[in-house]
């Protein structure tokens, strides 16, 4: 709970986007929010962050959606881009480097090892350097829905504030204040079996990376990565049939004893020299029915919650921010009335739900084969992967076999096909579908070989042309759109690059409707009169080359 403050009530001005919470999820949702015009404030109920933090990998596909951001660059500053991992089956020990993996399409083909902790503190710089305070100590009393705006109540150090706001983003873990608000229900259940976590000391020097050990009774991870020691242990085991902590919230310490009981029979037999901190954490999987309510929304662990397993968490709520954050910028600064603004803000649900109902199936069945303890998984890692422990530097070795895994659970694979904002014209041009991942391929920007990712590295929406003789002649623009020409695009045509990195639109270059339609559609639009597009170069006498500025 927040400090009570003294009895002073007080009623503040009206930002655009409110953000409930200072998890990744908030801190990234409020950064996107910011950077596409939108005014932001950031309330989190704890005086400090949450620490020790839990999650510890930071995949592809979010540090693609975090560029345009600027904040790739101090991520991966801090991060191990090349990790060695040891996998322990039975007397068997295999070892992996997950670096340059065969993903030609992203700029970042490995896995990526980074504490929690090191991206919030990476995401509060920037706010912090942006004129955004995280304002801690801050609790959510209470919020309502209006015709013009939502109002909350918060308590904060220095009493009681309401406040009115264009729209309240639930960034609140899964004991989320705002998705009790909303009426949204929270369906799903508890796991039987449970993660414990520690930051140990080994009185003997281990080999650096990580290692992974698969017996009977579950999991142990090692990674070299804890906050309050040097190795972060996480280990699966059936709950134990007392009290467990509410989820989302600090656990209770494992004893010592349980703790080197884990390691040995998980065939790590090294004395802890010390333990720094451990904590019992209970595990559910849940999802919302529903992302928004009105002009509330959720996002992060307040929509979904998983098991640990391939490290979805963090990632999922990452690009929840990528996209709701974009979308309540462009309604909040449009000026466009409610009703013009329902498609853009119904997509959020519409396109991340189905997604985090595909994440929960993927790590419910990875965490199946990992943790469980009934008879077929148990027999599976401890006779089993033994057994077939000899051919797997093969397929280990396989790097695009291993490469595919990695695409699919660091979401490169995701697509909003069916949604309101992917738009095909008719007839449709070759290359790219609409609502697929944009991915990042060569292109020549005056003359010079680029990476495509790198062009569009800044906010907004990105308009690609192929160079031509006669450029076309482009209606009005608005401030969020930038324009480029670039070389080795793949089919003819137009394309209109989401802020989030999700095609939104592709037609044929003439089609003029279907481009005032998309732009109307995302709030895009600019009242008639404002200026066209600016681009980078003079334009010559076969119009403007290369890359394109903001209009």
Not at 32 to 41: F, I, K, M, N, T
Not at 94 to 115: M, W
Not at 160 to 166: A, I
Not at 347 to 354: N, V
Request: include cysteine; charged fraction near 20%.
């Amino acid at each position: 709970m927040a400090a009570r403050g003294p009895a002073v009530s007080r009623t503040t001005g009206t930002p655009d986007v409110l953000v409930v919470g200072a998890g990744p999820t908030g801190l990234a949702l409020a950064l996107s929010a910011h950077h596409h015009g939108a005014g932001v404030r950031v309330v989190e109920r704890r005086p400090q962050a949450f620490r020790p933090s839990r999650a510890l990998i930071t995949h592809a596909r979010t540090l693609e959606v975090l560029r345009p951001l600027g904040v790739t660059d101090a991520l991966l500053a801090r991060a191990d881009t090349a990790p060695a991992a040891a996998l322990h089956l039975g007397n068997h020990v295999v070892e992996e480097r997950l670096a340059e993996l065969a993903l030609p399409d992203t700029s970042f083909p490995h896995l990526t090892l980074v504490r929690q902790a090191d991206v919030e503190a990476v995401f509060g710089t920037a706010l912090e350097e942006r004129g955004i305070r995280i304002e801690r100590g801050t609790e959510l009393l209470g919020v309502t829905d209006g015709a013009d705006r939502a109002v909350a109540e918060l308590r904060t150090p220095l009493g009681l504030e309401q406040l009115g706001c264009r729209f309240v983003a639930g960034c609140d873990g899964p004991a989320s204040t705002v998705r009790a608000f909303t009426g949204i229900g929270w369906r799903g259940g508890p796991y039987p079996e449970e993660v414990v976590l520690a930051d140990l000391e080994f009185d003997d020097d281990r080999a650096t990376g990580t290692h992974v050990v698969a017996g009977r009774q579950g999991l142990v991870f090692l990674f070299p990565l804890g906050e309050s020691a040097t190795w972060r242990m996480l280990a699966t085991r059936p709950a134990p049939d007392v009290p467990a902590p509410a989820f989302g919230q600090p656990g209770p310490p494992v004893e010592r004893a349980e703790l080197e009981r884990l390691l040995r029979d998980a065939g790590f037999d090294d004395p802890i020299g010390e333990v720094a901190w451990s904590e019992r954490v209970p595990l559910q999987h849940r999802l919302a029915p529903m992302f928004r309510s009105g002009r509330l929304f959720l996002a992060g662990d307040a929509a979904h919650a998983y098991s640990p397993a391939t490290g979805q968490g963090m990632n999922a709520g990452i690009q929840d921010a990528a996209n709701l954050g974009w979308k309540l910028a462009f309604a909040a600064t449009s000026g466009t009335p409610p009703a013009g603004l329902r498609p853009l803000l119904d997509s959020y649900s519409a396109e991340r739900r189905p997604v985090a109902l595909g994440r929960l199936l993927l790590t419910h069945a990875a965490f199946w084969g990992e943790a469980s303890t009934a008879p077929l998984p148990s027999w599976l890692r401890g006779t089993v992967a033994p057994l077939a422990a000899p051919a797997a530097p093969l397929l280990l070795h396989r790097r695009r076999l291993v490469a595919q895994g990695i695409r699919t659970i660091s979401q490169l694979r995701v697509h909003y096909r069916g949604s309101a904002l992917s738009v095909e014209a008719s007839p449709r041009p070759a290359g790219w579908r609409a609502g697929d991942r944009l991915p990042d391929l060569p292109v020549a920007v005056f003359g010079r070989v680029s990476r495509l990712h790198t062009q569009l590295a800044t906010p907004g929406v990105h308009m690609l042309l192929r160079p031509q003789a006669a450029p076309p002649v482009l209606p009005p623009l608005g401030p969020h759109v930038t324009v480029h020409r670039l070389e080795g695009l793949p089919g003819e045509g137009l394309t209109l690059v989401r802020p989030d990195g999700y095609i939104g639109l592709r037609c044929a270059e003439a089609d003029m409707t279907a481009l005032r339609d998309w732009l109307r559609r995302t709030a895009t639009l600019p009242e008639q009169g404002r200026a066209q597009a600016v681009w980078d170069s003079e334009p010559g006498p076969n119009g403007p080359s290369g890359a394109a500025s903001d209009a």
